[in-house]
T-cell receptor, first 114, second 112 residues
Framework: EPEVTQTPSHQVTQMGQEVILRCVPI?????FYWYRQILGQKVEFLVS????????KSEIFDDQFSVERPDGSNFTLKIRSTKLEDSAMYFC????????????FGEGSWLTVV | AQSVTQLGSHVSVSEGALVLLRCNYS??????LFWYVQYPNQGLQLLLK??????LVKGINGFEAEFKKSETSFHLTKPSAHMSDAAEYFC??????????FGKGTTLSVSS
């Protein structure tokens, strides 16, 4: 069964550093998403991406964050100048169409900022 | 803005007992409704979803949920719990053109 893959599975970075989290969505999917889950808290929406542009973003997704689809297969989340509170599990997801179609999640990238 | 509430952050049942995890949404327009499960150190896996049609939805691993518009609810049930059902369960909602919004999650513990 096709799946969303994410790398790295775990990354430790120093405060202030830039981090890039990578995702390979399911190949025929057109919508891509990033979510995050701070330890012990709920899964929060960050951003959705369609047709090479951001279609929706939350208040969390400020100028510190950016997303990119650098080629036909990868979808990346860049976090600039990381802060301690950016420590979380970041989930990439994809779907064939928005909302009604099932959103498939990757296994997550656990980011620890020290 | 739409929201979803999961009543009970932690539910404990005995093996073989009924599982009931509660989810309510706040909206005058019925959303699309989903239940996801997260096993330890794993990602989110779709259990079941309701978009249109039959209000009783069956999912994987013997779970089912019923959409009740009058109660704005989408509670998740399983007749007989198994040890392997222990996990975090998330209810989520979305509307056409909007992102999936999650509830805070319910941890299900199953004891022998």
């Amino acid at each position: 069964e096709p799946e969303v893959t994410q790398t790295p599975s775990h990354q430790v970075t120093q405060m202030g550093q830039e981090v890039i989290l990578r995702c390979v969505p399911i190949s025929n999917h057109l919508y891509f998403y990033w979510y995050r889950q701070i330890l012990g808290q709920k899964v929060e929406f960050l951003v959705s991406f369609y047709n090479n542009e951001i279609s929706e973003k939350s208040e969390i997704f400020d100028d510190q964050f950016s997303v990119e689809r650098p080629d036909g297969s990868n979808f990346t989340l860049k976090i600039r100048s990381t802060k301690l509170e950016d420590s979380a599990m970041y989930f990439c997801a994809s779907s064939e169409r928005d909302s009604k179609n099932t959103i498939y999640f990757g296994e997550g990238s656990w980011l620890t900022v020290v | 803005a739409q929201s979803v509430t999961q009543l009970g952050s932690h539910v404990s049942v005995s093996e073989g007992a009924l599982v009931l995890l509660r989810c309510n949404y706040s909206s005058s327009v019925p959303p699309y409704l989903f239940w996801y499960v997260q096993y330890p150190n794993q990602g989110l896996q779709l259990l079941l979803k309701y978009t249109t049609g039959a209000t009783l939805v069956k999912g994987i691993n013997g779970f089912e949920a019923e959409f009740k518009k009058s109660e704005t609810s989408f509670h998740l049930t399983k007749p007989s719990a198994h040890m392997s059902d222990a996990a975090e369960y998330f209810c989520a909602v979305s509307y056409p053109g909007t992102a999936l919004i999650f509830g805070k999650g319910t941890t299900l513990s199953v004891s022998s």
